[in-house]
């Protein structure tokens, strides 16, 4: 907020601009910019592949290094590394099959400018009076 006893109060920010010589515009359709606001949708996949990998290794070093008083308990982490291995696997094979690299949407997002360079100039002086429509025109007389 401003103190409305402030000196500054009426003056106005100091707002510096620079010219570039051109401007590059890309179109991008919806889809891909869905893709790169969210990622790829296979992503959700890897990370739970990971995650089930992570569990099953734990497991398998859990099965490898404790004694177990209960059979039950070393059924369940069995259960645990074979199931966390098997959909693990199911899950970065579909991501692998899936995967669409944000490099290459970039890249045909880029290559898009190429041989499609038009060269549009902005009138130096801009119209500043609107032009009334041809169909439109009243007779002053």
């Known amino acids: 907020?401003?103190?409305?006893?402030?000196?500054?109060?009426?003056?106005?920010?100091?707002?510096?601009?620079?010219?570039?010589?051109?401007?590059?515009?890309?179109?991008v359709k919806e889809h891909?910019?869905?893709l790169l606001e969210n990622g790829a949708a296979g992503?959700?996949?890897?990370?739970?592949?990971?995650?089930?990998?992570?569990?099953?290794?734990?497991?398998?070093?859990?099965?490898?290094?404790?004694?177990?008083?209960?059979?039950?308990?070393?059924?369940?982490?069995?259960?645990?590394?074979?199931?966390?291995?098997?959909?693990g696997s199911y899950l970065m094979l579909s991501w692998w099959r899936t995967r669409t690299s944000l490099k290459e949407v970039v890249s045909g997002i880029r290559n898009r400018l190429n041989g499609q360079v038009t060269d549009t100039q902005i009138p130096e002086e801009p119209e500043t009076q609107p032009k009334i429509p041809e169909g439109n025109e009243e007779s002053n007389g």
Do not use: H
């Open 1 to 27: 907020m401003v103190d409305p006893n402030s000196p500054y109060k009426d003056e106005k920010p100091l707002i510096r601009r620079g010219r570039v010589d051109s401007l590059n515009i890309y179109e």
């Open 32 to 34: 891909e910019l869905e």
């Open 43 to 87: 992503t959700l996949q890897f990370n739970f592949a990971i995650f089930l990998f992570s569990i099953a290794l734990t497991c398998i070093a859990a099965l490898a290094t404790a004694d177990f008083k209960w059979d039950i308990v070393r059924s369940i982490f069995v259960f645990t590394t074979v199931v966390g291995l098997v959909v």
